[in-house]
């Protein structure tokens, strides 16, 4: 409200021009005629006095539209006050809800967060006498390349007696463990159930220098070959053997691999010792010899991979020297 006229509130009617347009001004467009005032009465008439009255009643009709225009704008002005008050609420509500603090679920708390893979466990690496237990594929009509190669490493002789030094060779593309060979011929050869467990001798290996002879694990056909050098047929039953002519102890993979009948796939272990101490007591000097004892253990230089029952006599599969020892 401006000069206190209820004409210049927002939406109230113009107020009418009083003195005509000031110079320079833009003219205003004039709205339709009004009538011509009538001229003022004249004094001391009747109209006067009505007109006096009425003067009365225009005064008290200003004041109280007055007052109600001061009304109007207290309220006005309260209700702008409160809407500053409530601005930051109305702000609020258009930005985006924000996480509770007090701990309750929000939209993105049930989510289900992708979980990470579970990483698979280590195996651990399998033991001697694990691996020693366990068969290995080979063709038993496997010819290799006749190539051999030693396996690296020095175990030195842990005992007294006569120290036999000898080399592992081991055929090259076998796809067997040479190291595991290798281990497997020192701990046998030097058990106290073997050729070494009376003090008589003890077993060394090599890997370069001269050897008293090589323990060679080779192909069913190489095998066959090398023994064949020395008058011997390895290829009927697949077997290994000491070729006495030359420098070689003939281990035949497929045997090593995947053992024999007579002793079974649960007896792997004993078997391979069975085998190295077999053809190594060839080269130690000793013949076959067969049990003449039903249900007894087979002596260690009977040929236990072809059979246990001999003329008749069947005995027990043994790997050892001594074996009660």
């Known amino acids: 409200m401006r000069g206190g006229h209820p004409a210049d509130e927002e939406g109230g009617?113009?107020?009418?021009?009083?003195?005509?347009?000031?110079?320079?001004?833009?003219?205003v467009i004039p709205g339709p005629r009004r009538a011509a005032a009538p001229p003022p009465p004249e004094a001391g008439t009747e109209v006067e006095a009505a007109a006096a009255r009425g003067g009365k009643g225009w005064a008290?009709?200003?004041?109280?539209?007055?007052?109600?225009?001061?009304c109007l704008a207290l309220v006005v002005a309260g209700q702008v006050a409160d809407g500053e008050g409530d601005a930051p609420s109305a702000h609020a509500a258009q930005k985006p809800a924000e996480r509770a603090s007090d701990g309750s679920a929000s939209r993105s708390d049930e989510r289900v967060a992708p979980s990470s893979p579970v990483p698979a466990k280590t195996q651990p690496a399998p033991t001697y006498e694990q691996l020693m237990t366990r068969q290995f594929p080979i063709d038993p009509q496997l010819t290799g390349s006749g190539e051999f190669e030693a396996v690296a490493g020095l175990d030195k002789a842990p005992g007294p007696g006569r120290k036999y030094r000898y080399r592992v060779d081991v055929e090259k593309g076998l796809g067997l463990d040479a190291k595991l060979f290798a281990r497997a011929v020192q701990q046998t050869l030097n058990d106290k159930r073997s050729w070494a467990g009376r003090g008589a001798m003890t077993f060394e290996r090599i890997s370069s220098g001269q050897p008293d002879f090589v323990i060679t694990l080779a192909s069913p056909g190489t095998t066959g070959t090398w023994c064949a050098k020395s008058g011997l047929d390895t290829t009927v039953d697949n077997v290994s053997c000491d070729s006495a002519s030359t420098e070689r102890v003939m281990i035949n993979a497929f045997r090593w691999a995947q053992?024999?009948?007579t002793f079974g796939p649960k007896a792997m272990h004993a078997y391979r010792q069975m085998l190295i101490n077999h053809e190594v007591g060839h080269r130690l000097g000793h013949n076959h010899v067969s049990c003449r004892t039903p249900g007894a253990l087979a002596?260690?230089?009977?040929?236990?991979?072809?059979?246990?029952?001999?003329?008749?006599?069947?005995?027990?599969?043994?790997?050892?020297?001594?074996?009660g020892s």
Not at 60 to 67: D, E, N, S, V, Y
Not at 299 to 323: A, E, Y
Request: proline residues 15%; aromatic residues 6%.
């Open 13 to 27: 009617r113009p107020a009418p021009e009083r003195y005509g347009p000031a110079t320079g001004a833009v003219p």
């Open 60 to 70: 008290f009709t200003g004041i109280a539209a007055a007052a109600v225009t001061t």
């Open 259 to 261: 053992g024999s009948e």
């Open 299 to 323: 002596p260690v230089m009977q040929q236990q991979t072809k059979s246990l029952n001999v003329d008749g006599i069947s005995c027990k599969p043994n790997p050892w020297v001594h074996p």
